[in-house]
């Protein structure tokens, strides 16, 4: 006889992914991200609608997971060095943002004469922010290390370490607990456990991973993996300290060692999946009628929440002296209500607190608000950066301008010959070291206060600013720089930095670093002399180590490189080191004073002879070669005609380049750098 075990769930799980699964390949079809898909997968399987699921502490429990597992990766993906390198962005942008948000909320509900304890747990409500879609979006965007998304995570670590302290104050604020003292308890605690987990970091964590990678058993490490989150996460929740929290901080322990990257890939497909279901459970709680029946309450809520939070997160950014156009996109992009709002929201409801004090209108009110933010914030990332650069051409842009202008008092003018570099992230310090070993003069301009003030303590020249504006290139001394290399993360500013360099200064020879093949063209279009695309070398990398694998001769390599390079990126030409020698060619002490200039359509020197440009006489600057298509002239005389096009090889000064340089610039100041 069979017996049959039966699972009185199992419909509902299948329910749950069946329609998920439908409405995200909708999204898909449509360019809606997935996570809308989830958010309206759960609103149509919820119990206020089709009702297929009924068991809501199941798919809460699932979601619980998913949300660790979310905060595990984060933490990962996250060390200890970027923490303290944000930590003036953790503490100072986020503590500001959430406190004056609490307290602008208390003082709007108190003027409807909500009681102040239910205005402070409704503040708390409003401050928070969706770490799991803002993080989602910016990783799946690749701007995780642009200003914006430092700038955001910075303030959602502050967020999702202030849940803490907001849970904990649930009883106090409903009146269930009058000493505060278990606050500064559970907090004390809080503390202890992390001191805990940074010498597990350093010390135990890494060793135990290395002795388990040893073994080369796949499952072996996925399962070690899986009891550093959830045994971290277990301890922080007997501790009453959050779960969240805990599994933050045991992603963190793993992100110092050496497996960090693998033990992401071991466990990426595990939080796909259980973060679909807490989207979908956020989903099943929304009640659709209620939606249909009080339309323009909810978007006048939803509407002054949005503004509420943009100006209090923009102001926030500014503090830290962030110019408007990065602090007004990082408060757009964090100007919605987060998913850890939903846990709050359910542990004041256990404790007879509801929004506002409205009861199950309230707490109806507050679900159908956070889903249309969420539901929204793909939009607002969309906006962001225009909602930034639109701001920046009003009085506004003034604000974030003191760093900068301490920026010249602090720059030596006697800079000539040198390098601007422009980023200071991974590949600037990289670049930056080499510079330094090699006695090469140079500039960093970077937006980042505290990288900044670091190299600053270093000795580093550094300037603290927006480099797509002009007076930032000027402090950086533009006019005599001999090469500008750009190696910031941000595809919407680089072009036009690039163009406003070659702008003023026609005789600077300007690489990038961009992370795809496809945005090189447009990048040499704007004027960048060399592209160098992450993407491609990654691949160039890879196909010469597999030739070098078989004995193949390294000039056998070069040819096959060449070729690869000709037929599939064309854009691209030379040796696979050539974009990189290119920072240090020509700038030792026999050619610090070449320089290459394009001759522009529109300029003065377009259809001038050299003799009627008086170069040698009047600069004391000579013409060694004129490039022009696949014909070169070597020493032109003085009756030789310069076209559009031609590419100038040229020795002089630094101060007599930037005299000339009039001679090589456009007449009319491109539409675009006007602003500048």
């Given at each position: 006889?069979?017996?049959?075990?039966?699972?009185?769930?199992l419909?509902?799980?299948?329910?749950?992914?069946?329609?998920?699964?439908?409405?995200?390949?909708?999204?898909?079809?449509?360019?809606?991200?997935?996570i809308?898909?989830?958010?309206?997968?759960?609103v149509?399987?919820?119990?206020?609608?089709?009702a297929?699921?009924?068991?809501?502490?199941?798919v809460?429990?699932?979601?619980?997971?998913?949300?660790?597992?979310?905060?595990?990766?984060?933490?990962?993906e996250?060390?200890?060095?970027?923490?303290?390198?944000?930590?003036?962005?953790?503490?100072?942008?986020?503590?500001?943002?959430?406190?004056?948000?609490?307290a602008?909320?208390v003082?709007?509900?108190?003027?409807?004469?909500?009681?102040?304890?239910?205005?402070?747990y409704?503040?708390c409500?409003?401050?928070?922010?969706?770490?799991?879609?803002?993080?989602?979006?910016?990783?799946?965007?690749s701007?995780?290390?642009?200003?914006?998304?430092?700038?955001?995570?910075?303030?959602?670590?502050?967020q999702?370490?202030?849940?803490?302290?907001?849970?904990?104050?649930?009883?106090?604020?409903?009146?269930?607990?009058?000493?505060?003292?278990?606050?500064?308890?559970?907090?004390?605690?809080?503390?202890?456990?992390?001191?805990?987990?940074?010498?597990?970091?350093?010390?135990?964590?890494?060793?135990?991973?290395?002795?388990?990678?040893?073994?080369?058993?796949q499952?072996?490490?996925?399962?070690?993996?899986?009891?550093?989150?959830?045994?971290?996460?277990?301890?922080?929740?007997?501790?009453e300290?959050?779960l969240?929290?805990?599994?933050?901080?045991?992603?963190?322990?793993?992100?110092?060692?050496?497996?960090?990257?693998?033990?992401?890939?071991?466990?990426?497909p595990?939080?796909?999946?259980f973060?679909?279901?807490?989207?979908?459970?956020?989903?099943?709680?929304?009640?659709?009628?209620?939606?249909i029946?009080?339309?323009?309450?909810?978007?006048?809520?939803?509407?002054?929440?949005?503004?509420l939070?943009f100006?209090?997160?923009?102001a926030?950014?500014?503090?830290?002296?962030?110019?408007i156009?990065?602090?007004?996109?990082?408060?757009?992009v964090?100007?919605?209500?987060g998913?850890?709002?939903?846990?709050?929201?359910?542990?004041?409801?256990?404790?007879?607190?509801?929004?506002?004090?409205?009861g199950?209108?309230?707490?109806?009110?507050?679900?159908?608000?956070?889903?249309?933010?969420?539901?929204?914030?793909?939009?607002?990332?969309?906006?962001?950066?225009?909602?930034?650069?639109l701001?920046?051409?009003?009085?506004?842009?003034?604000?974030?301008?003191?760093?900068?202008?301490?920026?010249?008092?602090?720059?030596?003018?006697?800079?000539?010959?040198?390098?601007?570099?422009?980023?200071?992230?991974?590949?600037?310090?990289?670049?930056?070291?080499?510079?330094?070993?090699?006695g090469?003069?140079?500039?960093?301009?970077?937006?980042n206060?505290?990288?900044?003030?670091?190299?600053?303590?270093?000795?580093?020249?550094?300037?603290?600013?927006?480099?797509?504006?002009?007076?930032?290139?000027?402090?950086?001394?533009?006019?005599?720089?001999k090469?500008?290399?750009?190696?910031?993360?941000?595809?919407?500013?680089?072009?036009?930095?690039?163009?406003?360099?070659n702008?003023?200064?026609?005789?600077?020879?300007?690489?990038?670093?961009?992370?795809?093949m496809?945005?090189?063209?447009?990048?040499?279009?704007?004027?960048?002399?060399q592209?160098?695309?992450?993407?491609?070398?990654?691949?160039?990398?890879?196909?010469?180590?597999?030739?070098?694998s078989?004995?193949?001769?390294?000039?056998?390599?070069?040819?096959?490189?060449?070729?690869?390079?000709?037929e599939?990126?064309?854009?691209?030409?030379?040796?696979?080191?050539?974009a990189?020698?290119?920072?240090?060619?020509?700038?030792?002490d026999?050619?610090?004073?070449?320089?290459?200039?394009?001759?522009?359509?529109?300029?003065?020197?377009?259809?001038?002879?050299?003799?009627?440009?008086m170069?040698r006489?009047?600069?004391?600057?000579?013409?060694?070669?004129?490039?022009?298509?696949?014909?070169?002239?070597?020493?032109?005389?003085?009756?030789f005609?310069?076209?559009p096009?031609?590419?100038?090889?040229?020795?002089?000064?630094?101060d007599?380049?930037?005299e000339?340089?009039?001679?090589f610039?456009?007449k009319?100041?491109?539409?675009?750098?006007?602003?500048?």
């Amino acid at each position: 006889m069979l017996f049959a075990v039966t699972l009185p769930f199992l419909n509902e799980i299948v329910a749950l992914f069946l329609v998920s699964v439908l409405i995200a390949y909708i999204c898909y079809k449509i360019k809606l991200v997935p996570i809308a898909g989830f958010l309206i997968a759960g609103v149509i399987i919820g119990p206020n609608a089709l009702a297929l699921v009924q068991d809501i502490e199941l798919v809460d429990m699932l979601a619980e997971i998913g949300i660790i597992l979310l905060l595990f990766t984060i933490g990962i993906e996250f060390s200890l060095e970027k923490l303290a390198r944000i930590r003036n962005a953790i503490l100072v942008g986020g503590g500001l943002q959430v406190i004056i948000t609490i307290a602008s909320v208390v003082g709007i509900l108190l003027l409807f004469q909500v009681d102040y304890k239910i205005a402070i747990y409704t503040g708390c409500l409003v401050a928070l922010s969706s770490t799991a879609i803002i993080l989602g979006l910016l990783s799946e965007q690749s701007k995780t290390d642009t200003p914006v998304g430092r700038l955001s995570l910075a303030v959602l670590i502050f967020q999702d370490l202030a849940i803490i302290a907001m849970v904990l104050l649930v009883p106090i604020l409903s009146g269930q607990s009058d000493s505060i003292a278990d606050v500064f308890w559970v907090l004390g605690k809080a503390i202890a456990l992390i001191a805990v987990v940074v010498f597990s970091a350093r010390k135990i964590v890494p060793w135990i991973l290395e002795k388990v990678a040893q073994t080369r058993r796949q499952e072996l490490f996925l399962l070690t993996v899986m009891a550093i989150c959830f045994g971290t996460a277990a301890l922080t929740n007997l501790a009453e300290v959050s779960l969240a929290l805990g599994a933050f901080l045991a992603g963190l322990v793993v992100s110092e060692s050496h497996y960090s990257e693998h033990a992401l890939s071991e466990i990426l497909p595990l939080k796909t999946i259980f973060n679909a279901v807490f989207f979908v459970s956020v989903g099943m709680l929304l009640d659709l009628q209620f939606v249909i029946d009080n339309p323009l309450l909810l978007l006048s809520i939803a509407f002054g929440i949005l503004a509420l939070k943009f100006l209090i997160s923009s102001a926030s950014i500014l503090v830290l002296g962030y110019p408007i156009r990065v602090a007004a996109a990082t408060g757009l992009v964090l100007a919605q209500i987060g998913e850890f709002s939903f846990v709050l929201e359910r542990a004041g409801r256990v404790a007879g607190l509801t929004p506002g004090g409205f009861g199950e209108v309230g707490s109806q009110t507050f679900i159908a608000v956070s889903v249309l933010l969420m539901l929204l914030t793909p939009l607002m990332l969309k906006l962001s950066p225009n909602v930034g650069e639109l701001l920046s051409k009003t009085p506004l842009k003034k604000f974030g301008e003191k760093l900068e202008e301490s920026a010249e008092e602090l720059q030596s003018t006697d800079l000539e010959d040198h390098v601007i570099l422009i980023g200071y992230g991974p590949a600037g310090r990289n670049l930056a070291n080499v510079l330094i070993e090699s006695g090469i003069p140079f500039v960093v301009i970077e937006m980042n206060p505290e990288s900044v003030n670091e190299m600053r303590e270093q000795g580093i020249n550094a300037i603290y600013g927006d480099a797509s504006r002009t007076p930032i290139l000027e402090h950086a001394v533009i006019y005599k720089a001999k090469l500008c290399v750009v190696v910031i993360n941000d595809p919407r500013v680089t072009p036009r930095i690039i163009k406003l360099a070659n702008y003023l200064n026609p005789t600077i020879q300007v690489i990038a670093r961009t992370r795809y093949m496809s945005e090189v063209e447009p990048l040499k279009q704007a004027g960048a002399h060399q592209v160098v695309p992450a993407e491609m070398e990654t691949t160039v990398r890879l196909y010469s180590n597999v030739l070098k694998s078989y004995m193949i001769s390294d000039e056998e390599i070069e040819q096959h490189i060449r070729d690869l390079r000709k037929e599939d990126y064309q854009i691209m030409r030379g040796s696979i080191q050539e974009a990189h020698l290119m920072v240090l060619q020509g700038l030792d002490d026999e050619g610090l004073h070449t320089r290459a200039v394009i001759v522009r359509e529109g300029s003065y020197a377009a259809g001038k002879s050299l003799g009627e440009l008086m170069l040698r006489n009047r600069y004391q600057i000579t013409v060694l070669t004129v490039h022009r298509g696949e014909n070169h002239f070597g020493n032109p005389a003085g009756e030789f005609t310069l076209k559009p096009g031609d590419r100038l090889i040229m020795v002089g000064l630094a101060d007599r380049f930037a005299e000339a340089g009039e001679i090589f610039r456009e007449k009319d100041v491109p539409e675009d750098l006007k602003r500048a």
